[in-house]
T-cell receptor, first 118, second 108 residues
Framework: DAGVIQSPRHEVTEMGQEVTLRCKPI?????LFWYRQTMMRGLELLIY????????DSGMPEDRFSAKMPNASFSTLKIQPSEPRDSAVYFC????????????????FGPGTRLLVL | EDKVVQSPLSLVVHEGDTVTLNCSYE??????LLWYKQEKKAPTFLFML????IEKKSGRLSSILDKKELFSILNITATQTGDSAVYLC????????FGKGTLLTVNP
């Protein structure tokens, strides 16, 4: 399996621009997670989906952030308008979730998108 | 609010030393405790622990969970320079709450 795929790997944009990050989870996984990692705050969960439905978006910083999962193999995280404080590495992760053994809850991370907002 | 605290925040050792990394958690409806290793890229999975007192091992790494005291430890024996990384601990109730990590540096 190719693992979790994210694009782009790096993004440099100017304040006020729209940014769209993309994620393809591991085939068969029914949970998808979006995280943000910064030096100051560490790795934070932004939102997660189960079977394409958003379950918990309490980690989304504000209305400028939105996420969608139109089908089982694709999700987007959008920031509009972007601000310099959004600069971070954004990770997508996926897992089987709760079916079967507990090990199926293990989350596998994509390579991340390094975002820099100038 | 769920919380995971790791200690120490950083650690410098010499090759061959044994290290113990600590993780305490307060997670509502706790299901499992996960350890990840992060080098200059994405976190990679090490262990998932769901039961108290049962040690999981993988080579020189091992981990154990205490659900009564709400903590876990990760042990690395005979450390190597390739073990240098940030080690992340996460408490799961379907979603993961991570600690800030322990930065381990292993010097030759």
């Amino acid at each position: 399996d190719a693992g979790v795929i994210q694009s782009p790997r790096h993004e440099v944009t100017e304040m006020g621009q729209e940014v769209t990050l993309r994620c393809k989870p591991i085939s068969g996984h029914d949970y998808l997670f979006w995280y943000r990692q910064t030096m100051m705050r560490g790795l934070e969960l932004l939102i997660y989906f189960n079977n394409n439905v958003p379950i918990d978006d309490s980690g989304m910083p504000e209305d400028r952030f939105s996420a969608k999962m139109p089908n089982a193999s694709f999700s987007t995280l959008k920031i509009q308008p972007s601000e310099p404080r959004d600069s971070a590495v954004y990770f997508c992760a996926s897992s089987f979730g709760t079916s079967g053994s507990g090990d199926q809850e293990t989350q596998y991370f994509g390579p991340g998108t390094r975002l820099l907002v100038l | 609010e769920d919380k995971v605290v790791q200690s120490p925040l950083s650690l410098v050792v010499h090759e061959g030393d044994t290290v113990t990394l600590n993780c305490s958690y307060e997670v509502t409806n706790f299901r499992s405790l996960l350890w990840y290793k992060q080098e200059k890229k994405a976190p990679t999975f090490l262990f998932m622990l769901t039961s108290s007192g049962i040690e999981k091992k993988s080579g020189r790494l091992s981990s154990i969970l205490d659900k009564k005291e709400l903590f876990s430890i990760l042990n690395i024996t005979a450390t190597q320079t390739g073990d240098s990384a940030v080690y992340l601990c996460g408490g799961s109730n379907y979603k993961l709450t991570f600690g800030k990590g322990t930065l381990l540096t292993v010097n030759p």
